[in-house]
């Protein structure tokens, strides 16, 4: 991509909280489970992945708020304005970094590779891309 300037920058919606990407990682997929769709208000969230040492919030980590839920993932989120920036897995190695992609400020050279937890997709949507399409995780 012409003009890409390292690092990718994004924040949420309000601005209070920023943060910085130095690489992302290939897998970027649109998830459709029940959970990500009621916490993005939306028909799937769309995330993208960076290693641990990639990633780092540049301003406002003090407004970081967590919710856990029952099964143990984790979504973190604005304090200030509810934008939801992260996504950890209940069996979380800590070494990747799962951010949403609409907080993104700046272009990136990837796109979504999958749709994942399409079993869970809302009766409304229908996915109409190439993507491949897996009932749970990619595995």
């Known amino acids: 991509m012409k003009n890409q ?30 959970m990500c769709r009621k916490f993005h208000g939306a028909a799937f969230a769309t995330f993208g992945e960076a290693k641990a040492e990639n990633f780092r919030f540049t301003k406002g980590a003090d407004k970081l708020k967590v919710y856990e839920a029952e099964n143990g993932t984790k979504r973190t989120f604005c304090e200030n304005c509810g934008s939801s920036l992260l996504f ?47 009932d749970e995780g990619r595995e």
Do not use: N, R
């Open 5 to 34: 300037t390292l690092p990718f920058k994004g924040q949420c919606l309000c601005g209070q909280i920023t943060y910085e990407v130095d690489q992302i990682e290939p897998d970027m997929g649109h998830c459709h489970c029940s």
């Open 88 to 134: 950890e897995a209940s069996d979380s190695t800590g070494k990747l970094v799962e951010f949403t992609l609409g907080t993104l400020e700046s272009p990136i050279p990837l796109k979504p590779d999958a749709h994942i937890f399409t079993k869970f997709k809302a009766q409304w949507y229908e996915i109409t891309d190439d993507l491949p399409q897996f």
